[in-house]
T-cell receptor
Framework: NAGVTQTPKFQVLKTGQSMTLQCAQD?????MYWYRQDPGMGLRLIYY???????DKGEVPNGYNVSRLNKREFSLRLESAAPSQTSVYFC?????????????FGPGTRLTVT | RKEVEQDPGPFNVPEGATVAFNCTYS??????FFWYRQDCRKEPKLLMS???SGNEDGRFTAQLNRASQYISLLIRDSKLSDSATYLC??????????????FGTGTRLTIIP
């Protein structure tokens, strides 16, 4: 099992460019999440999907959109990148429900917006 | 006040020593508590849950003090491989009825040979 995979691993964008971060999991988990991690701040939830076909905003959703393509895949889109979106992005999946805390993270995407 | 606060460290500890660090949380309605571990430039991984009665997993002991609103992690006989950042995680039931996780910023631990 690959667990949670993310592409790309690294990306540099210019302000105003768009891109999609891809995430896939092979653990048959219902829930999937997108976080960002910045120095001096904890992981912050951007969006999550409790099950296939549903998505909800997290703590910091502005400037992002998501798509739960199927049970395995959950993508994050930056429509018009800004320097404030420079961060490390982690996708995670979990069984959800009573075990929301047990999340499995992908290796992360390091994004720099210049 | 931050919802979850941790001393960022770094804690530099000789191999074989015992080290402990705490995490405080601000919301007394917080439900559940966990420790995650994050190696340098890697993803976080669940280390252990924290129960009211305390729990132990090998060299690791986690405790919860609801009255003072903190959790702790104790590592005995520390190994070089314990070097990592330890993230405190607290859960809360949101206004919408779903469980929300809040991550601390982490405490960096370096074990020195």
């Amino acid at each position: 099992n690959a667990g949670v995979t993310q592409t790309p691993k690294f990306q540099v964008l210019k302000t105003g460019q768009s891109m999609t971060l891809q995430c896939a999991q092979d653990m048959n988990h219902n829930s999937m999440y997108w976080y960002r991690q910045d120095p001096g701040m904890g992981l912050r939830l951007i969006y999550y999907s409790a099950s296939e076909g549903t998505t909800d905003k997290g703590e910091v959703p502005n400037g992002y959109n998501v798509s739960r393509l199927n049970k395995r895949e959950f993508s994050l889109r930056l429509e018009s990148a800004a320097p404030s979106q420079t961060s490390v992005y982690f996708c995670a999946s979990g069984k959800g429900e009573a075990r929301v805390y047990e999340q499995y993270f992908g290796p992360g995407t390091r994004l720099t917006v210049t | 006040r931050k919802e979850v606060e941790q001393d960022p460290g770094p804690f530099n500890v000789p191999e074989g020593a015992t080290v402990a660090f705490n995490c405080t949380y601000s919301n007394s309605a917080s439900q559940s508590f966990f420790w995650y571990r994050q190696d340098c430039r890697k993803e976080p991984k669940l280390l252990m849950s924290v129960y009211s009665s305390g729990n132990e997993d090998g060299r690791f002991t986690a405790q919860l003090n609801r009255a003072s609103q903190y959790i702790s992690l104790l590592i005995r006989d520390s190994k070089l491989s314990d070097s990592a950042t330890y993230l405190c995680v607290v859960t809360l039931i949101s206004n919408f009825g779903n469980e929300k996780l809040t991550f601390g910023t982490g405490t960096r631990l370096t074990i020195i040979p």
